[in-house]
């Protein structure tokens, strides 16, 4: 298995997001952090990926759709219809929050582990 996870400017990411994740076709996954200013952010963001990633794989939810459905909440997002610290992934309608709810909950704890400050994190996530 081949895992490669690299920081990267905002505007290079798919759409509008801090972190991302697909499979090559050759089965490579691949995730994508947005570069902040604290290695340690860029870190949770990616740990939080794996693991929302990794749940996903295993219960056959599409990466198309996840990032379909994610495309679609960041155009209401522009609409007014949700607010900038809302996720896609918190949405009721997502098809993978409980995937990302147990994500959240693994990142807050590793969060804990690197004595990151959970309210200046989210303010950086969100600046990204």
């Not at 749940?55 to 607010?83: A, M, P, W, Y």
Request: charged share 30%; with cysteine.
């Amino acid at each position: 298995m081949k895992i490669v996870i690299e920081s990267i400017p905002n505007n290079q990411q798919r759409y509008k997001t801090c972190g991302d994740w697909w499979i090559d076709k050759d089965g490579s996954w691949q995730i994508r952090v947005s570069e902040m200013s604290d290695w340690r952010y860029i870190f949770l963001v990616a740990f939080h990926e794996l693991s929302e990633m990794a749940q996903c794989v295993h219960r056959d939810i599409s990466e198309q759709d996840i990032t379909n459905f994610d495309i679609q909440f960041e155009k209401e997002r522009e609409q007014g219809l949700h607010t900038p610290d809302e996720e896609p992934g918190d949405s009721p309608n997502a098809i993978y929050k409980r995937e990302h709810f147990i994500a959240t909950n693994i990142e807050r704890i590793q969060s804990d582990a690197l004595q990151v400050d959970w309210g200046e994190y989210d303010r950086a996530v969100l600046e990204s």
